[in-house]
């Protein structure tokens, strides 16, 4: 078992045990073929990470239809935010002072992140798999896709135009290095923040 398997296990278990309502929001993993399938039309192929990301699971609960929905809203006003994914993905957590709201979007929805960023002629092929937000700021954590180089980045998008996502942007917000880094980071703070809801 990789090391990232390792961490998803031991963030399920942490989930389960501190808010099992949201442990069970989250959807069953896909299947190679069923990643495959959905990422079959693009040029890249997703990095061994994602693929375990999206086996493990497929993101918090949502209903199929509601993202037929979203993918209709980015052809017609070529708009992609993630309050589309419906408020019954969403984690408090309570950080600090702050509340933030997380929430891990499945593979359909991403897959709509990285088209409204190609749409709006961002240069670099990154997923977006999850959100987090304070009502004040909203952060992106995207995937680069890259097989070699599969670096995370939680990027400030607040008002920011997909034009804007360059290599010298990025370079200026927190990343991890891979995905594990970011899952065992993940699993400290649901561990202390979690605010039940």
Known sequence: MTELLKL???????????APTIAS???SGLTSAEIEAQIASFPWTLPQDAFFLYQWHNGLSG???????AS???????????ELTGRENEVHLKLENRLIVAK???????????RHLKFGRCQIDLLPFSILTDGEKTIYCMMHLDPYKPIIYCANGTKLPPMKVTESFLSTQPQFS??????AFLTTVFSQGFNGQ
């Open 8 to 18: 998803l296990n031991r963030f399920d278990i942490t989930l389960t045990q501190i």
């Open 25 to 27: 929001r989250l959807q």
């Open 63 to 69: 209903k199929p239809g509601k993202f037929n929905f």
């Open 72 to 82: 209709k809203l980015l052809r017609i006003k070529d708009k992609w935010h993630g």
């Open 104 to 114: 891990f979007l499945p593979l359909e929805y991403s897959i709509a992140g990285h």
């Open 178 to 183: 891979q995905l594990s880094d970011m899952i």
